[in-house]
């Protein structure tokens, strides 16, 4: 097994009213250079976001949302952002703004895999919780 190297990430908020300040957590970002690894995964719980805002956008939002792993992919498909260097796009998609996507503040984590970290997080602050028996 490689040995740890940390990790950067940040999580996916949806933000369906603004000057509400209400969020759901839809998605985590994780960037580790040493491991050339930029990748992040989505899934946004409309049945949470209908609760917050019931007249939000859903599908701008899933579009929004859908652009995010393709610019942490890069190449001509994420148009010009994915055409920057991995760091630079990592940059891009944490870059504080105040529209209906946002991102946490950035933290960082060990790990020596990436890829099971993003899952670990994914779990852990995307997903609901399971009912214990």
């Known amino acids: 097994m490689p040995d740890?190297?940390?990790y950067d990430y940040a999580v996916v908020r949806v933000v369906p009213d603004v000057q509400r300040a209400e969020f759901v957590n839809a998605g985590v970002i994780v960037a580790c250079m040493a491991r050339g690894f930029l990748d992040a995964r989505i899934?946004?719980?409309e049945a949470r976001l209908r609760a917050l805002n019931p007249a939000?956008?859903?599908d701008a939002l899933r579009g929004a949302l859908?652009?995010?792993p393709a610019i942490c992919a890069g190449g001509d498909a994420a148009g010009p952002i994915g055409r920057l260097s991995m760091r630079e796009r990592f940059d891009w998609l944490v870059a504080p703004r105040s529209t209906s996507i946002q991102v946490s503040p950035v933290h960082t984590g060990r790990s020596s895999d990436p890829a099971a970290a993003l899952e670990r997080l994914l779990q852990r602050v995307v997903r609901r919780p399971s009912a214990k028996p």
């Open 56 to 58: 939000a956008d859903v």
């Open 4 to 6: 740890p190297c940390t």
């Open 66 to 68: 859908a652009a995010i």
């Open 43 to 45: 899934e946004l719980d």
